[in-house]
């Protein structure tokens, strides 16, 4: 796990990671282009605003105009209502151009406002021409008054109608704002989804892996004979973070298979199951050339109808396995399945992550055993199976010790072999190991596990017996000597060989300061035996010196 994040490039993780960028600048844009209409909307409705109130005041700033140049003769009244002319068709021409619809109420008034400009026109000739009266009576006639009210009701209409075009614009406005709110917020949920299906996969990836890390450091330290509770340990956490009912890891040797690890919730496969279950795994694991075989009962086409009746009488919803190598000779397989409805919670991107996972404990299999090899190679002897002289020793200078410190009993046998000399001379080296392992073998019958036995010289073997006082010894000693004197070894020329043993049995005392000297007690009195004539167990007595 050198880079962590590795995966981040793969295929699937680069298409999510690509549209939640995309998403994320599509709710940039979607925001701009809502504060941009926002604007816009603001900016026109106060152009309406503007052009509406311009419209009422210039039309009567005309209308004044008008009426004070004929009643004063003031000609600036007359250049005043010029202006505000061009004005108000500047005025009515901008708001045509915001909404087209707007001429038909404009063509309503310019007919009435046409004949309204020539009788003001008129009325200034005839101010100019000093018929003021004249010009008066004009724009106080009723035909004045009725195109006034005829342009009044139009404009005002008109005005009405930019309203209305105002409004709607502000209804439209909130309408897109509302539409841009509702798509930003579907890509941010979008966003989310994505992110958190991202999250999701990532955190069910970290899970295999901090397990794969769980497994490679509980794997790579010693753990002695709890060793096999780690593996089954890390077994149960693999099982839990897929959601399985069902893991076994299998050992097959040919067409032999055993249970390694079994864990089932109560789901249960036969061993004929099993053979077929392996025989399935290897034969998928060989056409696909994959570390890793999938089975999925919603996969309604399976090609092999065969297999999918297996599994279907199993009751296997998905199944996957894998295998590794143990010894460089026997096969372990790894099978993870799920009954029922329930379905494995794993992605195709985590099948090399499982796979990790059986080739290290494989590899942890394999190098326990070559440590345990090893330790046996230093610590027991090939030949009887017992403990070799140091390791003897190191484990009797803890019970002295402990015995002295706690002031409990501790006892020492020592045996050889009576003649052993004449049995390799008189039938060969090949009988002399065969009588050795028989005698090993008659010993450790008579012992208890707590009883230690070593082989400390060719023919000498030596017990120490913890909680154990000399009567008990004793009677171990003579037990096994009536036992070993009562059978025969069949040498390797076929014949039978009489075997007998001589044991020195003593105690731990008060005034013994090293194991030594229990050790020395032992051997004086199983010299006492040899010197009585052998096949004897004998204590130790003061006198023995």
Known sequence: MKNRWYFLFEKRYVISLAAILFL??????VTMLGLSDYQTGVAFN????????????YDEVLTMSANMMVFTGDEKWEERYHGTVSLLEESIASAVEVDSKLLLYLDRVTNANQKLIEMEEKSFELVHEGKQEEAIDLLLGEEYAGYKEAYSKGLNQFTAALDIVKDNQKKMIKIKIAILILLGFFIVITSMIVFLVIINDMSGRFAIEKLISQTSRHLSQEYGEDYESHINQILEELKNKMKANYIVLLQCDGDEIQDIYENHDGYSISMKGKNKLVQITA???????????????MVKKWKDQEEKKFFEHLNIQSYIGARGTLD???LVYLGVASFDKRKLSYSQ?????????????????????????????????SLTTTFVRRAFYERMKTAFFQAKRYQTMLSVMMLDLDRFKAINDNFGHDSG?????????????????????GRIGGEEFCVFLPESNENDA??????IRESL????????????????????VTELRDTDEKIEDMIKRADRALYRSKDCGRNKVSKFEDDMV
């Not at 009562?486 to 020329?493: E, I, M, P, R, W």
């Open 46 to 57: 106060e152009d309406m605003v503007v052009i509406s109130g311009e419209i009422k005041y």
């Open 433 to 453: 190991d065969l009588a050795l392992r028989a005698f090993a073998q008659c010993v450790k019958k008579s012992l208890r596990e707590s009883d230690v036995f």
């Open 24 to 29: 994320a600048i599509g709710v940039g844009t």
């Open 283 to 297: 034969e998928q694991l060989e056409k696909s050339q994959r570390s890793v075989f999938e089975y999925n009962q």
């Open 328 to 330: 460089n000779e026997h």
């Open 474 to 479: 004793m009677r171990v000693a003579e037990r």
């Open 349 to 381: 991107y985590d099948l090399p992550l499982i796979q990790s996972i059986i080739k290290m404990i494989v590899d942890s299999v394999n190098r326990n055993n070559y440590k345990t090899h090893l330790y046996e190679l230093a610590t027991i002897d």
């Open 485 to 504: 004197s009562s059978s025969d070894v069949l040498s390797s020329q076929n014949a039978f060989i009489h075997i007998t043993v001589s044991i020195g």
